[in-house]
């Protein structure tokens, strides 16, 4: 079962990435998918919850909310870089989280790094340490909602 989720997951990568269907292409991506496979199979553990469809309609509610915070934060940085005063007001923070699987506070940490403004630095069981261009508060929870928003909500319907 893990070889068949494994083998999907990269072939629709492998589609993705060349971006054609032709038969060679087709015939070389299952071959190396299926390689791929065969090694990494020993390295997941796939967990019965992964099957359950609710947790798929979450992942793509999770996407449009990072698409909106991108968005957002493009807007933000390009406002800042193209401002003559450059308002800038950097520190490093420190956002509690209440993750628990290390997958969702990876996704979390690289969804924050990937928006502009923001760099994760550190990732502890229970906190990110994350550079921030413009501080806009020293509250934590309103550093909280600013920075990690609805992202942490839904990748905890995802993943736990």
């Known amino acids: ?62 996407l449009f909310v990072f698409v909106f915070y991108m968005i957002k934060a493009n807007m933000l940085m390009a406002y800042r870089v ?19 699987s290390p997958l969702a506070r990876t996704i979390l940490a690289n969804s924050i790094t990937l928006t502009p403004g923001t760099f994760t630095i550190k990732i502890t069981e229970n906190y990110l340490y994350i550079h921030w261009i413009y501080v806009y508060t020293y509250e934590k929870e309103k550093q909280k909602e600013i920075i990690v928003g609805l992202m942490e909500k839904i990748l905890k319907k995802v993943f736990e």
């Open 1 to 62: 079962m893990v070889f068949f989720v494994i083998f999907i997951l990269t072939f629709f990568v492998w589609m993705i990435l060349t971006w054609n269907i032709e038969f060679l292409n087709l015939i070389v991506g299952i071959f190396i998918c299926s390689f791929v496979a065969l090694i990494f199979k020993d390295e997941f553990k796939v967990d019965k919850k992964i099957f359950e469809s609710k947790r798929y309609f979450y992942f793509i509610e999770y």
């Open 82 to 100: 193209l401002s003559p005063r450059l308002p800038i007001k950097p520190a490093i923070v420190k956002i509690p989280i209440e993750l628990k």
